[in-house]
């Protein structure tokens, strides 16, 4: 009796939920043009503004401070942001160079083609599909490091996505604090603690000072080599829905000598590196499996054949498994 | 006391034993989390967007902690009656959750396109859990050797993603639970 009755409870329930899909995947309308003008000020403004400050990147407990100067002029950007916690990391950056210092180890990596992805300056431009996968919203004024801040949410409309938070400075659109949300949870913020925007930058806080670059240092150069259509031997074959490939790669590791393949795949904020490499004999074998990071990084490592996939992203397990299942090598 | 509150869900109370069950709810913890499960149950049916709570850390330890719940040989009738509410109370949400983990399983593995339907009435459903909830406690350990690769991964990755990942730092990876233990291939 009672089995039966959890059983028609049951079959009701899955009929619910299949007859409300399209019910329930309209549920959320358009975003408003005044939200996304905020969308779009936020995304420009780290490009255009000089800021210097500190910034703090919580996740899972942990605190990360650092210190970032930017410069925004008429040969481009100068940036440096220091580590202050745990091992010293200094990076500068000029347009797209960028020298990373770890003056532990005495090493240097240098890149001629960085994307720069670096809080504040974490939107892609242009803004392309961010309202189809997200509902982006107004919610108010709040005031953070002694900042007016416009404070805008984005809802995923599906949950391959994690929801972010932004509260953007109403004055210039940096952003001074952003979050990115799962459910109702924060797991994973950066927030400036100090700011001043637009202030005067001596040129001397962007370039490594002398006792900094004394002494032996071991450079390794990281080359990225982009490619054409179709030139890797790996195709993503589905794409979860709203994402899209950016770009494909070849690049090398730090720590290795060969080169990877790498695809970039996005849904417009959101972003999962896809890397591949043959399984060297001399290594363990990998371990199948997901794993965490801090914050909102998963991972998820499969092989084929003799190579290995590593899926990296800010999305839920859910959306790396997909996407690092449909990867295919070419015929 | 407990048969009341489901009267009182189903609207069967007149208004004196409405108050009455209103103030015993409030007051004892047992009989609020008895109603927040009704609710829960009542959202989870009529879909609504956003369940009433997140149940799925306390539905299973419930489940754990009331093992004998799912064999109800009372002679009393009043007895099994109540009995009949909570199985199906607990059943139902611990249901509601196997089954939409099941389903990610499921559409992960055969049907990715379908993904949206169980992703979706997951995320309506606000339950945040994994399909791991439904299996045991899942395997959290460090991953004693994380390859020396993930942290060169997570770095070239932070090209286009915001994040204070930086090489050098010993990135905090954990395997989150076996390959096979979660997709039983």
């Known amino acids: 009796m009672i089995s039966r009755k959890i059983f028609a409870l049951l079959?009701?329930?899955?009929?619910?939920?299949?007859?409300?899909?399209?019910?329930?995947?309209?549920?959320?309308?358009?975003?408003?043009?005044?939200?996304?003008?905020?969308?779009?000020?936020?995304?420009?403004?780290?490009?255009?503004?000089?800021?210097?400050g500190t910034f703090v990147y919580y996740a899972d407990g942990h605190i990360e401070t650092?210190?970032?100067?930017?410069?925004?002029?008429?040969?481009?950007?100068?940036?440096?942001?220091?580590?202050?916690?745990?091992?010293?990391?200094?990076?500068?950056?000029?347009?797209?160079?960028?020298?990373?210092?770890?003056?532990e180890s005495k090493r240097i990596y240098t890149e001629k083609r960085w994307f720069r992805k670096f809080f504040p300056d974490i939107l892609p431009l242009p803004l392309d599909n961010v309202d189809e996968n997200y509902f982006v919203k107004e919610i108010g004024r709040e005031r953070i490091?002694?900042?007016?801040?416009?404070?805008?949410?984005?809802t995923p409309r599906d949950s391959l996505r994690y929801g972010h938070k932004f509260w953007i400075d109403t004055a210039t659109g940096v952003p001074v604090k952003v979050a990115v949300i799962d459910g109702n949870q924060i797991i994973e913020q950066f927030a400036f603690a100090q700011l001043e925007i637009d202030g005067g930058i001596p040129s001397s806080q962007l370039k490594p000072n002398q006792s900094l670059i004394s002494g032996e240092w071991e450079t390794t150069k990281l080359l990225t080599s982009i490619l054409g259509e179709g030139e890797l031997p790996w195709q993503v074959k589905s794409f979860p829905a709203g994402f899209r490939k950016l770009i494909e790669m070849k690049r090398n590791l730090t720590e290795k000598p060969v080169l990877v393949d790498h695809i970039a795949v996005s849904d417009g904020l959101a972003t999962v590196s896809v890397f591949i490499e043959?399984?060297?004999?001399?290594?363990?074998?990998?371990?199948?499996?997901?794993?965490?990071?801090?914050?909102?990084?998963?991972?998820?490592?499969?092989?084929?054949?003799?190579?290995?996939?590593?899926?990296?992203?800010?999305?839920?397990?859910?959306?790396?498994?997909?996407?690092?299942?449909s990867v295919v090598k070419k015929d | 006391?407990?048969?009341k509150v489901s009267a009182l869900m189903d609207g069967e109370l007149d208004q004196q034993d409405v108050s009455n069950i209103i103030e015993a709810i409030k007051k004892d913890n047992d009989l609020r989390d008895e109603w927040k499960a009704y609710h829960v149950i009542g959202d989870a049916l009529r879909q609504s967007s956003r369940l009433s709570m997140n149940i799925s850390a306390s539905v299973n330890q419930k489940l754990k902690a009331e093992p004998t719940i799912l064999s109800p040989h009372n002679s009393s009738r009043n007895v099994e009656k109540k009995q009949t509410h909570k199985v199906l109370a607990f059943s139902m949400a611990a249901s509601v959750i196997a089954m939409v983990s099941g389903w990610v399983i499921m559409n992960n593995l055969y049907k990715p396109q379908q993904v949206m339907v169980a992703e979706q009435s997951k995320r309506d459903?606000?339950?945040?859990?994994?399909?791991?909830?439904v299996s045991s406690p899942p395997l959290i350990h460090n991953y004693s050797h994380p390859p020396v690769e993930m942290n060169d991964y997570l770095f070239v990755h932070r090209e286009f993603s915001p994040g204070i990942t930086m090489n050098g730092q010993v990135t905090n990876v954990n395997n989150v639970t076996e390959y096979h233990e979660r997709y039983g291939r």
């Not at chain 1, 970032?68 to 100068?78: D, L, M, Q, R």
């Open chain 1, 11 to 52: 079959s009701l329930f899955l009929l619910l939920v299949v007859s409300l899909q399209t019910a329930v995947a309209q549920e959320l309308s358009r975003s408003t043009q005044s939200a996304l003008g905020w969308l779009k000020k936020m995304a420009e403004a780290p490009r255009r503004h000089n800021y210097s």
């Open chain 2, 125 to 133: 459903n606000n339950l945040t859990a994994t399909p791991i909830t």
């Open chain 1, 145 to 154: 490091a002694d900042h007016e801040c416009q404070v805008l949410s984005l």
């Open chain 2, 1 to 3: 006391m407990k048969s």
């Open chain 1, 66 to 103: 650092s210190r970032i100067v930017h410069k925004a002029g008429s040969t481009g950007e100068y940036e440096k942001i220091e580590v202050l916690d745990g091992l010293p990391r200094i990076v500068f950056r000029n347009n797209d160079e960028m020298q990373c210092y770890l003056p």
């Open chain 1, 278 to 325: 043959p399984i060297s004999k001399d290594a363990p074998s990998p371990v199948p499996g997901f794993f965490t990071s801090r914050g909102a990084i998963n991972i998820y490592v499969r092989t084929l054949n003799d190579n290995k996939i590593t899926t990296v992203g800010e999305v839920p397990l859910e959306t790396i498994k997909l996407i690092g299942d």
